[in-house]
Nanobody, 120 residues
Framework: VQLQASGGGLVQAGGSLRLSCAAS????????MAWFRQALGKEREFVAG????????NYADSVKGRFTISRDNARNTMYLQMNSLTAEDTAVYYC??????????????WGQGTLVTVSS
């Protein structure tokens, strides 16, 4: 599967953005999906994950209650709705996919990333 993330941009603190991850290839619904992010000078971190049918959603503590992950298997697309953004959310956001339910460090398919910049 090939992944392409989009929807990043510049937003003021307190604002919202919705990221999309479009997947090409077949059998999108057979992949577990996730969002990760990497801020400048920091290691990549897990943000949110979602199971094949849209269940089993889980979030990093830092985004719980503010971010919502979802997917539309008919459109081969995953989303990340980000609300109440803060400067600490500034990062390049990546989407990832795997055939199995794996640990965050074991995802095998990655998109190219989309930059989110939150101005304070």
């Amino acid at each position: 599967v090939q992944l392409q993330a989009s929807g990043g941009g510049l937003v003021q603190a307190g604002g919202s953005l919705r990221l999309s991850c479009a997947a090409s290839g077949r059998a999108f619904s057979t992949y577990t999906m996730a969002w990760f992010r990497q801020a400048l000078g920091k290691e990549r971190e897990f943000v949110a994950g979602i199971g094949r049918n849209g269940g089993n959603r889980n979030y990093a503590d830092s985004v719980k209650g503010r971010f919502t992950i979802s997917r539309d298997n008919a459109r081969n697309t995953m989303y990340l709705q980000m609300n109440s953004l803060t400067a600490e959310d500034t990062a390049v956001y990546y989407c990832a996919a795997d055939r199995f339910e794996v640990a965050p460090e074991d995802y095998k398919n990655w998109g190219q990333g989309t930059l989110v910049t939150v101005s304070s």
